[in-house]
């Protein structure tokens, strides 16, 4: 079965940075898109960015776009975002997600939270 496990949240101060990692199981990772999500408290589960089977085509959500990198190894079965100049509005739990074929119905992890300390 599809298996997404997130790590590397923690605490941080602003402007610091961090990495998350997310390790993929149960499904063919190289022909599958992968996503980070986001869910602060009180809002919706927003997409953070996203990062096709390749590797070639990326994308950010305005908010992150020049501060986050989405990377992945496929060698691995891995994908990671790393995390620079945090903010306080960074603050949300982040969600590993996938779609892959040939269902492409969503799976997500169990999520790691992410603080930023002002």
């Known amino acids: 079965q599809v298996q997404l496990v997130e790590s590397g949240g923690g605490l941080v101060q602003a402007g610091g940075p961090l990495r998350l990692s997310c390790a993929a199981s149960?499904?063919?990772?190289?022909?599958?898109?992968m996503n980070w999500f986001r869910e602060a408290p009180g809002k919706e589960r927003d997409l953070v960015a996203g990062?096709?089977?390749?590797?070639?085509?990326?994308y950010y959500a305005d908010s992150v776009k020049g501060r986050f990198t989405i990377s992945r190894d496929n060698a691995k079965n891995m994908v990671y975002l790393q995390m620079n100049s945090l903010k306080a509005e960074d603050t949300a739990v982040y969600y590993c997600?996938?779609?892959?074929?040939?269902?492409?119905?969503?799976?997500w992890g169990r999520g790691t939270q992410v603080t930023v300390s002002s």
């Open positions: 997600n996938t779609r892959p074929p040939p269902d492409y119905r969503d799976y």
């Open positions: 149960g499904f063919t990772f190289s022909t599958s898109g």
């Open positions: 990062i096709s089977s390749t590797g070639g085509s990326i």
